[in-house]
């Protein structure tokens, strides 16, 4: 966030302007409790707030029933102006009656009857003065698809007033902490719920601290304690969570792995038939992420973690997450086609597991 969008924001707020927050089907959970903590933060100090999709906390809320607040789900509202040529009528009086479950809309002119052919409907989208875009794992900035399919329902704030909340960096949670901090000055939000949401954010996105142990996350854990955060609700809704699934898969990820010292990297396999006896569906970089980080725990060193598996579709991919080798990670993403997904960047595919190693031991072997 620059300074010139926090003065935006302030601005917004103190002169009663509008905000939108915005997600998507694929919008992973840590991203939607702190889209669901700026909204009660935004609400509480009464301040005009939209949010797409309308019904994107049904997707959290029967595990966050405890931590979520119980306010009423504000109605989206739909606008449709009805156009009619000036030069057409002579108008003298419009007004509307109910009749047999229909609103009808009486035009009366001193001048002929409207036809049909000259009246036109035009749909008016929500304008919004400032969003805040809570992406999806594969999404970043630069795609703005999302806002192509939101068109018709809300008219977006120049660019410089909207900001992707994406993964990377700091944790969404931090990153959504100061947002409210920018915005409720007089810290109306502490010893309310929004601290407990937060927290909820922050231990899903880091697999309960162990995937991403910073000093950052620890001050951000106690600051939100400190501002009220009900700690054992939130542990008892994590604890709800069936972790059996990624704790099998990371086993056998785990049987498989391998230390290659001269190429300064750690490598793992999972077949898709892991996923499924795991009871997970292959694929996902979010559990990819997590197998690769909780590696990356034990293994405690300063090596390149490579994690090679085959999805559902039967195609063969490789997820790399760099551990304080940047240079080589930079390296690496340079000279062969990877993407960035959920903080990992990912190869592929390949033609079997085979290929996927050896194309990219020899890229290392070629930069190291």
Not at 52 to 61: Q, T
Not at 105 to 127: A, C, G, L, V, Y
Not at 243 to 259: E, V, Y
Request: with cysteine; charged share 25%.
């Amino acid at each position: 966030m620059t300074q010139e969008q926090e003065t935006n924001i302030q601005k917004t707020v103190a002169t009663g302007g509008s905000f939108v927050l915005i997600s998507d089907e694929k919008t992973p959970e840590e991203s939607l409790l702190a889209k669901e903590a700026l909204l009660a933060a935004l609400k509480n100090i009464n301040v005009k707030t939209y949010k797409l999709p309308e019904n994107s906390r049904a997707l959290i809320l029967e595990k966050w029933i405890g931590v979520l607040p119980s306010f009423e789900e504000s109605s989206f509202l739909y606008s449709t102006s009805i156009l009619i040529p000036k030069n057409k009528i002579n108008l003298k009086e419009i007004s509307y009656t109910e009749e047999n479950g229909y609103v009808s809309i009486d035009i009366n002119s001193s001048t002929e009857r409207i036809k049909k052919e000259d009246i036109i409907f035009r749909h008016n989208p929500i304008r919004a003065d400032f969003a805040f875009c809570f992406s999806r794992k594969d999404q970043s900035s630069s795609d703005e698809t999302i806002f192509e399919e939101l068109s018709e329902k809300i008219s977006l704030p120049k660019r410089e007033n909207i900001i992707f909340m994406e993964k990377g960096g700091r944790s969404i949670a931090d990153k959504t902490f100061e947002l409210i901090r920018v915005a409720d000055s007089a810290g109306s939000y502490e010893e309310t719920k929004i601290p407990s949401i937060l927290l909820a954010s922050l231990l899903v996105e880091t697999d309960n601290l162990s995937g991403d142990l910073t000093a950052e996350n620890l001050d951000l854990a106690s600051a939100l304690i400190k501002n009220g955060a009900d700690k054992r609700t939130v542990r008892n809704a994590l604890a709800k969570e069936n972790n059996q699934s990624l704790n099998r898969l990371f086993g056998r990820a785990l049987a498989r792995m391998t230390i290659n010292e001269p190429l300064k990297s750690v490598w793992s396999f999972l077949q898709y038939a892991d996923f499924e006896k795991s009871g997970i569906m292959g694929g996902d970089y979010e559990t990819i992420y997590k197998i690769i980080t909780r590696i990356g725990n034990i293994v405690n060193s300063q090596k390149i973690i490579f994690l090679i598996w085959q999805d559902q579709q039967g195609n063969i991919r490789a997820g790399m997450n760099a551990k304080g080798n940047s240079e080589t990670t930079t390296k690496l993403s340079a000279r062969m086609v990877m993407e960035e997904k959920n903080g990992l960047l990912i190869s592929g595919p390949y033609k079997n597991f085979s290929e996927a190693e050896i194309k990219i031991k020899d890229m290392l072997k070629e930069i190291l």
